[in-house]
């Protein structure tokens, strides 16, 4: 066939999942953490007011918000406690290292991950955002 330069790429179904790829066979029918994600999160940008912010999170089902990049990259997290009272922009108070996951955790390695967390963002390979697990949703 005229190939000169062939790789093996050992990682490439772990990958491909870790990427929230569709997925065939025993795999697909298991729960992860990309189909136990809450994907209706307030978003913010990271120069918005937190005023703006509080006023999007109030109209949700939600006490918080997910600081993204205009390619919905995580950039961080703002919780209940970080939207109260304070007058500042969303990079002045949000956590800068949220804690991450991939889809393809399964609720066992998700619960690991968590350590004593109530939750965990879900983000592809690149850090876009997928949603948000809860500790309390695993099975």
Avoid at 126 to 134: N, P, S
């Amino acid at each position: 066939m005229g190939f000169t330069r062939i790789y093996c790429y050992k990682a490439a179904k772990t990958d491909w999942m870790a990427a929230g790829l569709p997925i065939e066979g025993e795999a697909a029918a298991r729960a992860n953490a990309g189909k136990l994600a809450k994907t209706d999160l307030p978003r913010a940008r990271i120069d918005e007011a937190v005023d703006e912010i509080r006023k999007r999170v109030s109209a949700s089902a939600w006490n918080c918000a997910v600081v993204v990049s205009e390619g919905s990259v995580v950039l961080g997290f703002l919780d209940a406690a970080a939207l109260g009272g304070v007058r500042a922009r969303a990079e002045e108070i949000m956590q800068a290292d949220p804690l991450t996951i991939r889809p393809n955790l399964e609720p066992g390695d998700i619960r690991e991950k968590l350590d004593g967390a109530q939750h965990a963002l879900v983000t592809d390979l690149d850090g876009k955002l997928i949603g948000l697990v809860r500790r309390a949703d695993l099975t």
